[in-house]
């Protein structure tokens, strides 16, 4: 078996051409062909660590049902990991990192659209499937890349809902849209704005200040424009500190944040201050009541020791959905490159999954993504489900 990119230039084609016969090479052990590898890049030394062992544990959780049922194809699978630690700069780095092993033919992960949009054009030069399981910018797919997929809901079809909701359900009519400055933040900020427009009369645009602190401005800002709701567009920290100050001067306004604040995290930080936000999920967060999911929820708990939190449906998915790719490219005839498997995630077709069918349209988009807004009530994560869309 011939394993290559086929796309890397430079000194990434020389590694790849350095590690020659790929999994062709390696000797069989134990009645293994050889190993093929999938890479896991998740946060775990930056703001989003408490969803990051949920996600990597559903990825290990898939990869040892495979590998009991024979791996793919008789080649035994095995995990590569590596923290991105939600910073750009070491996003960009370890996608190189998991770019220069040849048997690695493909990725899940990157939670925030910062992480992933720093990242995308390397896995797209060197030809490597990005399975994203919580970026929601839509750019990551407009750029047109074959090799990006989007498990979850894009920042458009979050902010048609959100609008919708906003409107329909509390009435709103004066809007203030605030946003860290990030690439993936404003990209979240103006879709909703341009997708607002025309329905909603946005009184109020501006950029949070760095540290020190100080809302001051923007508050009477808000309270002058007798704004009625603000979408938050940025980090849970920043979003539970901004709820504080709302409690404090503007308790009556509908609060929404955008998909980074779903975790309990952001619950830990606000306390009672963020009772009554609203926020975007990354899809289904408690599984527990979700029929569908079948026994993934006690299997998942039974092996990782934790409460499976909805981004570990979206990683076990994820990962099962690439390694069936793979079985497909290998079942041709037994030759197998990052190109063919590329190609096999575009034709797949419906996969079943945990969160229901998966299949992604030509542009790499799921096009049955799920999608909630959650209220977070009792200081508890998380929380109650105020609009679903499947």
């Known amino acids: 078996m011939n394993i290559s990119s086929g796309k890397v230039e430079g000194i990434l084609l020389l590694v790849v051409l350095i590690g020659g016969l790929g999994i062709a090479a390696l000797p069989q052990q134990d009645g293994w062909k050889g190993i093929i590898k999938v890479g896991s890049v998740l946060p775990f030394y930056g703001y989003d660590v408490s969803t990051a062992p949920n996600a990597l544990m559903a990825m290990k959780l898939a990869i040892g049902e495979w590998n009991q049922r024979g791996g793919v194809e008789g080649y035994r699978i095995e995990l590569v990991s590596v923290d991105d630690e939600n910073d750009p700069k070491v996003a960009a780095y370890q996608a190189k990192e998991m770019i220069v092993d ?33 970026a929601t910018a839509s750019g990551l797919t407009e750029y047109g890349y074959p090799e990006v997929f989007q ?6 079809l979050r902010a048609d809902k959100a609008v919708g909701l906003l409107i329909n359900k509390y009435g709103l009519k004066r809007l203030a849209i605030i946003w860290e400055q990030s690439p993936g933040y404003v990209e979240a900020a103006h879709t909703l704005a341009t997708v607002a427009t025309g329905r909603m009369a946005i009184v109020v645009q501006g950029q949070v200040p760095g540290r020190p602190r100080n809302f001051a401005p923007l508050l009477e800002q808000m309270a002058q424009a007798k704004v009625e709701g603000v979408f938050f567009s940025g980090s849970f920290q920043q979003a539970a500190a901004l709820a504080v100050e709302l409690k404090n001067v503007l308790p009556k306004v509908v609060f929404l ?26 899809g289904v967060v408690d599984l527990w009541g979700v029929e569908k999911t079948g026994g993934f929820t006690r299997n998942f708990q039974d092996y990782a020791q934790l409460k499976p939190l909805g981004v570990a449906a979206l990683a076990y998915d994820a990962t099962n959905i690439l390694l069936q790719a793979i079985a497909l490219a290998l079942h041709e005839d037994g030759n197998l490159n990052r190109e063919r498997v590329v190609a096999s995630l575009h034709n797949i077709g419906a996969y079943q999954g945990v969160t229901g069918a998966i299949a992604f349209d030509k542009m790499g988009r799921s096009r049955h993504p799920l999608f909630y807004i959650y209220g977070i009530e009792s200081g508890r994560y998380p929380g109650r489900v105020i609009l679903k869309s499947e």
């Not at 604040?261 to 963020?274: L, N, P, R």
Request: charged share 20%; aromatic share 4%.
């Open 151 to 156: 498990m979850v809901a894009d920042d458009r």
């Open 257 to 282: 944040v955008g998909s980074d604040c779903d975790t309990a995290d952001f619950v830990k930080i606000g306390e009672a201050a963020v009772d009554g936000t609203l926020y975007l999920s990354r």
């Open 102 to 134: 040849p048997v690695i033919m493909g990725v899940v992960g990157h939670l925030s659209s910062d992480s992933a949009l720093a990242a995308v054009g390397d896995y797209h030069q060197a030809g490597l499937a990005l399975i994203t399981i919580g």
